[in-house]
């Protein structure tokens, strides 16, 4: 059942971002196509300099409606008169919240990859091979500095990546769920509860920036720094690692959270 | 219908297989300005190659418009020229490069004997000249030409360098003077160039300006050669005029 219900809820998303995604591919070619006619002149300048700026804009606006889409498909499959179909389902609330957060990830890789192959296509020919060519230089020099430890640093990265855009979401997932505990108006208050997160979370931030600078001789900063400098690459190691650790923690917690208020305080419109 | 509508993806197709082939001015004018290091330590510009020149204090090619090239290493890619690569300006005539606050310079092969075999024989002036600035309004940037005094020029200079019995002034005391042009002694393809004197004007009067590690040596132009320096200076008396205006306007608005 749960497969079924990733099928229609990646069917239900690919409807809408399927289309968009196939915009910003056009978009590219239309980009490419232009620079046939480059031309040493303002006219050409402002035209191409103009379609560089609609791709960059239309890449935005595609990474943004995947999370967006996300958010609404969420809100409206278990919070609205939707809900009352989707909770008669044999699946379970984890279960319902596991695949709308999964359905949203693979849209967003698909989005990265067709960003990606977009921006393939605006720069196709010797531009492209150009880019490669940087890039290949900048990952060897890379490799020379850091070695065997680039493969693990790109595998931290994307999984930092991957866990931080998962909890990014059930953040948003959370301050949902919250802000239908509300009577009225749940979408302001489901608002409200981010700006409210997000403005404790700086208080929080400041307070401990305040706490570090008053109390700062208490602290072992100078072994911290003998240690960066002895173990750079460790340390870069434990800032991802401790950055995963921590997104993972986050997103579990607001997963309880969601998991929580679905279980046992729905009430649904 | 159907043979349209695969004609027309058939073409579409095509199109876009051909688009991988198109080139591209802003990359080929990147390549032209991406020099490579050979094994040698010469470099390599434009199918060209540019060797290193022996030190010489009085090689002091053109580098007027301050356009450059950048030096890498060869596995460096285009797009990383100015990231990873070395600046060194290329001179007017695209014959020397030399690193930016560095007297060292690379000549082009075809010019590189000639030149060689002249900083051998060390440097005989055939001339004086001067440099100078002019600020394109339109093009918002300066452009450098150089004036050749003319022999009637050169014979007041040294007449006056000769005859006048110069002032000595301490070198710590600074010249308030209207305008100025820096002389040098120049061969005829001005690639050498040696410091020979200032000349200033000083309130409508002339003067030659010569230093030493203490003192400035003044010599004032007599009223025979006024001439002279007076069409000597014309250049840098117009621009001086220009300037004076320009702010002149500046202050009334």
Redesign the interface.
Known sequence: MVTKLFKHEVAALGRVLLPVQGILLGIAVLCRLLQLFEWDHAIYDIVFGSSVFFLVVANLVSLFMVTAMGVVRFYKNLFTAEGYLSFTLPVTPAQHIFVKFTAAFLFQVIGICVSLLSVCIATAGEVLVELLKAAHYLLNELFKVVEEHLFLYLLEIILLVSISFMCGMLLYYTCIAIGQLARKNRILAAVGVYFGYYAVAQIIGTVMSVLLSVFYELLPFEAISNFIEQHPIGFVHILLCGGIILSLIMAGIYFFITHIIIRKRLNLE | MKTYLRALCLSCIAL?LC???????S?DEARTTHGIWDENGNILLNEETYLLLPECDYLQPQFSDYTGVYVTES??????KGAMGEFLFHSDDKIFLSPQYSSTYYCRADHYEEVTQQIRNGFTPTGYCYSYSVFDEETFEYSTSVYHLTDAQVHALSAVLATVEPVYQPAVVTLDFDYMAEIMACGDDLYFRQYACDVLCINGYYYVAQYTQTDTLLYEVPLEHHTAFHALMKTQRTIYEEELSYWDEEESL
């Open positions: 876009l688009l991988p082939l198109t080139g591209c001015d990359l596995d460096v890619p285009v797009l990383l």
